[in-house]
């Protein structure tokens, strides 16, 4: 289907940059940048239990994330860093069956410093159901999530580029939720589960592929043909979105 617009003037663009440029050259007048200190690695991992239900819970200040499937325990992570205080926090506790695991960036965005690197490379249990809490400030996402059982997806970015995979074969329906910043995102969908909900834009284009459009709300073919729906929540910001089903 053609590109969906969301842009009417683009003197908005243009008022819009011009106005971010002018409150960043305002809030760095007068800072000295110092550079980062040296490339720390980390790692960590947790060991599955008895936990039925996992709710995972990732906030980021600044940095790149990537999550992928494929450990036998329930999370396996590696960190490199190069300011000390950003050492992640990682943290696991289980009651009734639910766990709830939570990695966090201590400390500030440290935006003084130059030449920072942020990375955090997660693995996670195919098998284990999981419900996703996504809280980036500045940086990029790479999240293969297709792969994993997927209970519920909420995310939410700053700055950045989002690439988020759910292809796969669902058991279950889950509730998508995404509300972004400044950044493209591309979103690809599965066909083999009902795809129904809305996108709607802020500054930039919507573009669909193997969707239907109905004004801000989206399907595939697979709806109601399929036990399984992934009902979507998507609200851009400042870029262009992308959302591509079953390629």
């Keep these: 289907m053609p590109a969906v617009s969301s842009l009417s003037n683009g003197g908005k663009v243009k008022h819009f940059i011009g106005g971010m440029a002018l409150a960043i050259g305002l809030a760095c007048a007068g800072c000295s940048f110092r ?20 709710r995972v819970n990732l906030n980021m200040r600044a940095g ?16 490199d860093y190069n300011v000390a205080e950003w050492k992640p926090e990682v943290t696991y506790s289980s009651s ?3 766990g709830s695991l939570t990695i966090t960036q201590p400390g500030h965005s440290s935006s003084h410093l130059s030449n920072t690197r942020n990375d955090w490379n997660i693995r996670l249990n195919q098998g284990v159901p999981l419900e996703f809490h996504v809280h980036m400030g500045a940086g990029d996402a790479n999240l293969n999530l297709g792969g994993l059982t997927l209970q519920r997806v909420e995310l939410e970015m700053g700055a950045g580029d989002l690439n988020m995979d759910l292809r796969g074969s669902p058991k279950t329906s889950y509730d998508l939720k995404i509300r972004g910043g400044a950044g493209d995102a591309t979103i690809n969908l599965p066909d083999s589960a009902g795809v129904d909900g809305t996108a709607t834009g802020g500054i930039g284009d919507i573009s669909v592929a193997g969707l239907h459009q109905d004004g801000h709300r989206y399907y595939n073919d697979a709806l109601g ?7 979507m929540d998507i609200q851009a910001g ?8 079953g390629k």
């Design 35 to 54: 550079p980062a200190g040296p490339l720390q690695h980390d790692s960590k991992d947790v060991d599955r239990d008895n936990a039925e239900f996992v």
């Design 64 to 79: 790149d994330l990537r999550i992928d499937p494929g450990t036998d325990k329930l999370a396996s992570a590696t960190f």
């Design 96 to 98: 009734a069956g639910v």
């Design 225 to 231: 043909k399929s036990n399984v729906t992934i009902h």
């Design 238 to 245: 400042v870029g262009d979105l992308h959302l591509i089903s």
